[in-house]
Antibody, heavy 115, light 110 residues
Framework: QVQLQESGPGLVKPSETLSLTCTVS????????WTWIRQPPGKGLEWIGY???????NFNPSLKSRVTISVDTSNNLFSLRMTSVTATDTAVYYC?????????WGQGTLVTVSS | QSVVTQPPSVSAAPRQRVTISCSGS????????VNWYQQLPGKAPKLLIY???LLPSGVSDRFSGSKSGTSASLAISGLQSEDEADYYC???????????FGGGTKLTVL
């Protein structure tokens, strides 16, 4: 079955850039849309954005100016980059398969923004 | 503050039936399919219902979904202790061209 695994630094300093990758197993990165979602501690889920094969992307308007999502077909993974982070960006970041109705999720990775 | 609204919490006794509501607008629920997720503590969300009322393979038929107008509901029958979790509705919103999530509902099995 399809598996997703997030990876990246667990601690990022304020004003710096958050970078995460999601490695896809048992499926091709070219096959579908791929999404990033986050969840601040004790709070609800927030859609960040999605990508399809480096061609189609869309982002949450509230984050659009700071977010980039890209695909690496050679390594079958997709990545999230968020600039100028603040404490409010502290969250568990999930990657998921599909544009909506996400049936496959990664386990999530906690990113803390702190000096 | 989410554009789709859920009650913060609901509770019911074991073996009872509970419903969780999700209220939106014409730009989301009124025009698009609703999905529901269950999130157990410390775990990633799990898709429970898609396209308003369809169950993914492996999901118990104690869970059911419905929609009318700009509101949707998740029903859980024969409540069990392991159903204690946070439940989220999610729906495509035409104004952002992406999914929006409800604020989540914490289910307590008394």
């Amino acid at each position: 079955q399809v598996q997703l695994q997030e990876s990246g630094p667990g601690l990022v300093k304020p004003s710096e850039t958050l970078s995460l990758t999601c490695t896809v197993s048992n499926d091709s990165i070219k096959s579908d849309y791929w999404t990033w979602i986050r969840q601040p501690p004790g709070k609800g889920l927030e859609w960040i954005g999605y990508i399809k094969f480096d061609v189609i992307t869309n982002f949450n308007p509230s984050l659009k100016s700071r977010v980039t999502i890209s695909v690496d077909t050679s390594n079958n993974l997709f990545s999230l980059r968020m600039t100028s982070v603040t404490a409010t960006d502290t969250a568990v970041y999930y990657c998921a398969k599909g544009m909506e109705g996400h049936e496959v999720w990664g386990q999530g990775t906690l990113v803390t923004v702190s000096s | 503050q989410s554009v789709v609204t859920q009650p913060p919490s609901v509770s019911a006794a074991p073996r009872q039936r509970v419903t969780i509501s999700c209220s939106g607008s014409s730009s989301n629920i009124g025009n698009n399919a609703v999905n529901w997720y269950q999130q157990l503590p410390g775990k990633a969300p799990k898709l429970l219902i898609y396209y308003d009322d369809l169950l993914p393979s492996g999901v118990s038929d104690r869970f059911s979904g419905s929609k009318s107008g700009t509101s949707a509901s998740l029903a859980i029958s024969g409540l069990q202790s392991e159903d204690e979790a946070d439940y989220y509705c999610a729906v495509w919103d035409d104004s952002v061209s992406g999914p929006v999530f409800g604020g989540g509902t914490k289910l307590t099995v008394l």
